[in-house]
């Protein structure tokens, strides 16, 4: 028998008979009871230690001789799930251990290294659509380290000198750049199919060795632009009113560029006849007939200039042709004749000295037999205009020349038709100090 506690017999004389209590408990005397309430308290005192198998082997050994106490029962369910609680964070820190030991280095650069944006490896871009690129460090170590950028081709190349100007570094922080591709870097001949482009970032300590590197691929679409009309290269001009006499030839000419870049372009040619293209290319020699229109014009009055438009529609060869128009105010007459120089006053001959400091004016008077034809009028001084109009004034300032320089004078009058008639004088320049 357990020291200390005492058995009970099933009879005693003088006593009362035994008598259920709460929860089933067996009565007992006070010794018995001084002796159970010890035990609980000892083991409520090794469960505020920790010293939990303790309290565990004191509550098993009291239940296991019959004494059904609830405070030892719930003494062991606590004691028994902090064993569990401690062994689950045992377990758990040698999990963690054995992680940190097998992948630290991995952690450390999840943690110091890589915050790369945008993430995605392939970006897609339109042209003259701009795009961030960054990558920095956890720890700040990227701000301690010198850093190039480059635009490679589909080759690995470095793209052209002009198109690296698309490349931005980021001038405080050299660990940031922004991507814009020009609006002309995709050709329209490459139809629906994107440019390549690979932006790349290299980035070494203060020995050169590199610490951090990243690249992007960087696919550009094209922008659909319209062609670009060189306004000042359309020959004739088309501000002015174009003459052509019936059977005449006079050449068209329309200058322009792909708005996407290169020269893939289409060329239609169109008159007031028929509506529909009669040409293509650049360039168009136009020979009206005079009798022919005026059959199609009911009630002309006979020999009348008839007006007879010119276009030039000029689109992209490929994708979306977003034409441009090119139009010319055409005059065509059954005949012409040409302009003529009636005189020059004062009137000039060829060698005439023209002296430092003195001005010369002179004014041409010009005819056309074809009263209706507007005239244009230039004076040229070695290749050079220096007059559109009926006067031209002649100046030239001291020391203009050190010694007698020859020089020459032409005026000339064009009428609407491309006819001319033109005057020319050699001039000598004498200096003043002669």
């Given at each position: 028998?357990?020291?200390?506690?005492?058995?009970?017999?099933?009879?005693?004389?003088?006593?009362?008979?035994?008598?259920?209590?709460?929860a089933?408990f067996?009565?007992?005397d006070?010794?018995?009871?001084?002796?159970?309430?010890?035990?609980?308290?000892?083991?409520?005192?090794?469960?505020?230690?920790?010293?939990?198998?303790?309290?565990?082997?004191?509550?098993?050994?009291?239940?296991?001789?019959?004494?059904m106490?609830?405070?030892?029962?719930?003494?062991?369910?606590?004691?028994?799930?902090?064993v569990?609680?401690?062994?689950?964070?045992?377990?758990?820190?040698?999990?963690?251990?054995?992680?940190?030991?097998?992948?630290?280095?991995?952690?450390?650069?999840?943690?110091?290294?890589?915050?790369?944006?945008?993430?995605?490896?392939?970006?897609?871009?339109?042209?003259?659509?701009?795009?961030?690129?960054?990558?920095?460090?956890?720890?700040?170590?990227?701000?301690?380290?010198?850093?190039?950028w480059?635009?490679?081709?589909?080759?690995?190349?470095?793209?052209?000198?002009?198109?690296?100007?698309?490349?931005?570094?980021?001038?405080?922080?050299?660990?940031?750049?922004?991507?814009?591709?020009?609006?002309?870097?995709?050709?329209?001949?490459?139809?629906?199919?994107?440019?390549?482009?690979?932006?790349?970032?290299?980035?070494?300590?203060?020995?050169?060795?590199?610490?951090?590197?990243?690249?992007?691929?960087?696919?550009?679409?094209?922008?659909?632009?319209?062609?670009?009309?060189?306004?000042?290269s359309?020959?004739?001009?088309?501000?002015?009113?174009?003459?052509?006499?019936?059977?005449?030839?006079?050449?068209?000419?329309?200058d322009?560029?792909?708005?996407?870049g290169?020269?893939d372009?289409?060329?239609?040619?169109?008159?007031?006849?028929?509506?529909?293209?009669?040409?293509?290319?650049?360039t168009?020699?136009?020979?009206?007939?005079?009798?022919?229109?005026?059959?199609?014009?009911?009630?002309?009055?006979?020999?009348?200039?008839?007006?007879?438009?010119?276009?030039?529609?000029?689109?992209?060869?490929?994708g979306?042709?977003?034409?441009?128009?090119?139009?010319?105010?055409?005059?065509?007459?059954?005949?012409?004749?040409?302009?003529?120089?009636?005189?020059?006053?004062?009137?000039?001959?060829?060698?005439?000295?023209v002296?430092?400091g003195?001005?010369?004016?002179?004014?041409?008077?010009?005819?056309?037999?074809?009263?209706?034809?507007?005239?244009?009028?230039?004076?040229?001084?070695?290749?050079?205009?220096?007059?559109?109009?009926?006067?031209?004034?002649?100046?030239?300032?001291?020391?203009?020349?050190?010694?007698?320089?020859?020089?020459?004078?032409v005026?000339?009058?064009?009428?609407?038709c491309?006819?001319?008639?033109?005057?020319?004088?050699?001039?000598?320049?004498?200096?003043?100090?002669?």
């Amino acid at each position: 028998m357990r020291p200390g506690v005492r058995a009970i017999s099933s009879s005693t004389s003088g006593a009362e008979p035994p008598r259920s209590g709460k929860a089933g408990f067996l009565p007992a005397d006070d010794e018995r009871s001084e002796t159970i309430a010890a035990l609980i308290a000892k083991a409520e005192e090794l469960y505020e230690q920790r010293r939990y198998h303790e309290a565990i082997a004191l509550c098993k050994g009291l239940l296991a001789r019959g004494h059904m106490v609830a405070v030892m029962t719930m003494i062991l369910e606590g004691c028994e799930g902090a064993v569990r609680r401690r062994r689950i964070v045992r377990a758990t820190a040698a999990l963690l251990l054995v992680l940190l030991s097998a992948g630290g280095y991995f952690l450390f650069k999840y943690l110091a290294l890589v915050r790369i944006e945008p993430r995605a490896a392939v970006v897609q871009l339109l042209e003259r659509q701009s795009q961030g690129f960054s990558i920095r460090t956890g720890l700040g170590r990227h701000r301690q380290l010198d850093y190039t950028w480059s635009l490679l081709d589909a080759d690995g190349k470095p793209v052209p000198g002009p198109e690296q100007s698309c490349l931005r570094p980021g001038e405080r922080e050299a660990w940031t750049c922004v991507y814009r591709p020009g609006d002309d870097v995709v050709k329209a001949s490459m139809g629906d199919r994107p440019l390549k482009r690979f932006v790349t970032l290299s980035g070494v300590d203060s020995s050169g060795r590199e610490i951090l590197s990243a690249q992007w691929e960087a696919d550009v679409h094209n922008v659909p632009r319209p062609p670009e009309i060189r306004t000042l290269s359309t020959e004739p001009s088309r501000s002015e009113l174009i003459s052509i006499a019936s059977g005449q030839t006079r050449e068209f000419h329309a200058d322009a560029v792909d708005g996407d870049g290169g020269s893939d372009l289409a060329y239609e040619w169109l008159t007031a006849e028929n509506g529909k293209p009669v040409a293509t290319g650049p360039t168009w020699a136009y020979r009206p007939d005079y009798p022919a229109l005026a059959l199609a014009r009911p009630g002309l009055k006979p020999g009348a200039p008839i007006l007879h438009p010119v276009l030039c529609r000029v689109s992209n060869a490929h994708g979306d042709p977003l034409t441009e128009t090119v139009k010319w105010s055409v005059r065509v007459v059954a005949s012409n004749r040409p302009p003529q120089v009636l005189e020059i006053r004062p009137e000039v001959l060829s060698g005439t000295r023209v002296k430092e400091g003195v001005p010369l004016e002179l004014t041409a008077y010009v005819h056309d037999p074809d009263s209706d034809d507007p005239l244009k009028l230039a004076w040229q001084l070695d290749g050079r205009v220096k007059s559109t109009t009926a006067t031209c004034k002649l100046f030239f300032p001291p020391h203009t020349t050190e010694k007698l320089r020859e020089m020459r004078l032409v005026f000339t009058v064009t009428d609407s038709c491309g006819a001319k008639a033109d005057r020319s004088w050699r001039l000598v320049l004498e200096p003043s100090n002669r």
